[in-house]
């Protein structure tokens, strides 16, 4: 792994293709782990009430209180912790708080998080929540915001990556036609190939442009178009708006070069 920025990590893998993930940033995290809390905590509380319920069965005497009483510290704790070691590892490095900010724990080397690193990341969240603000405070000063469990597990937490279907990554962008309309044939589109129809393809499916640069785009376009097809001065294509015209011309092309 190379750390072009503090907020970015760039990972190659083995078939030297790089991926660049976005560092979480502590506020994402916080906001995350309140999320988390929000369902732990009163699982948590369930659970403790199931404990007592149970214990209060089969404990007597103030000794076996004593026990029962160090027995439930330990199960809130084992339930409390429990939450974020299962989700994390039921879902590759997600929980519900990070699922909603879009955060998943990867190893720093860009693969998965595996089963070992997530349970020692979460062992070690014992102290990062159990001492006060010791794990906000190594993620405020740590370069990756990374908290005690990070950096024993080897683990990050980053922004997560969204999946690209293969056929949205090969689609082309749609084409920008105002009509689907291809007019009255135009004369000399022999004389205007693949390439050229590939060019006025890019022109048409440019989104973003202002109004005044696509027209004045489209007006050069349509100058030297017209000029290729050497139509003559009274042509009725000359009065067409540029772009009009750049779209006949494309949608007779497609019919030309399909």
């Given at each position: 792994?190379?750390?072009?920025?503090?907020?970015?990590?760039?990972?190659?893998?083995?078939?030297?293709?790089?991926?660049?993930?976005?560092?979480?940033?502590?506020g994402s995290r916080l906001v995350?782990?309140?999320?988390?809390?929000?369902?732990?905590?009163?699982?948590?509380?369930?659970?403790?009430?199931?404990?007592?319920?149970?214990?209060?069965?089969?404990?007597?005497?103030?000794?076996?209180?004593?026990?029962?009483?160090?027995?439930?510290?330990?199960?809130?704790?084992?339930?409390?912790?429990?939450?974020?070691?299962?989700?994390?590892?039921?879902?590759?490095g997600k929980t519900p708080g990070?699922?909603?900010?879009?955060?998943?724990?990867?190893?720093?080397?860009?693969?998965?998080?595996?089963?070992?690193?997530?349970?020692?990341?979460?062992?070690?969240?014992?102290?990062?929540?159990?001492?006060?603000?010791?794990?906000?405070?190594?993620?405020?000063?740590?370069?990756?915001?990374?908290?005690?469990?990070?950096?024993?597990?080897?683990?990050?937490?980053?922004?997560?990556?969204?999946?690209?279907?293969?056929?949205?990554?090969?689609?082309?962008?749609?084409?920008?036609?105002?009509?689907?309309?291809?007019?009255?044939?135009?004369?000399?589109?022999?004389?205007?190939?693949g390439f050229e129809r590939d060019?006025?393809?890019?022109?048409?499916?440019?989104?973003?442009?202002?109004?005044?640069?696509?027209?004045?785009?489209?007006?050069?376009?349509?100058?030297?178009?017209?000029?290729?097809?050497?139509?003559?001065?009274?042509?009725?294509?000359?009065?067409?708006?540029?772009?009009?015209?750049?779209?006949?011309?494309?949608?007779?092309?497609?019919?030309?070069?399909?």
């Amino acid at each position: 792994m190379n750390s072009s920025q503090l907020d970015t990590i760039s990972v190659k893998t083995s078939d030297n293709v790089t991926l660049g993930y976005s560092v979480a940033g502590l506020g994402s995290r916080l906001v995350a782990q309140i999320l988390d809390n929000l369902l732990a905590v009163p699982l948590t509380l369930v659970a403790l009430l199931l404990y007592g319920a149970v214990a209060s069965v089969f404990v007597t005497g103030s000794e076996g209180a004593g026990f029962a009483d160090a027995g439930a510290g330990f199960f809130a704790g084992f339930v409390y912790f429990g939450y974020f070691f299962v989700a994390e590892a039921v879902t590759g490095g997600k929980t519900p708080g990070k699922s909603a900010m879009g955060l998943r724990v990867i190893r720093v080397d860009g693969s998965a998080a595996d089963f070992g690193a997530l349970a020692v990341r979460n062992v070690i969240r014992v102290v990062d929540v159990g001492v006060v603000l010791v794990g906000i405070v190594i993620m405020f000063f740590q370069p990756q915001t990374r908290r005690l469990g990070d950096l024993g597990a080897g683990t990050i937490v980053v922004r997560d990556r969204a999946v690209v279907s293969l056929a949205a990554a090969v689609a082309p962008p749609p084409i920008i036609l105002r009509t689907p309309d291809a007019g009255p044939p135009i004369d000399g589109l022999d004389r205007i190939g693949g390439f050229e129809r590939d060019a006025l393809r890019v022109f048409l499916s440019r989104p973003g442009l202002s109004p005044k640069l696509r027209a004045d785009l489209a007006a050069d376009i349509a100058k030297r178009l017209l000029d290729r097809l050497g139509l003559p001065p009274g042509a009725p294509e000359r009065l067409w708006p540029p772009e009009l015209f750049i779209e006949r011309v494309y949608l007779q092309l497609v019919q030309l070069y399909p």
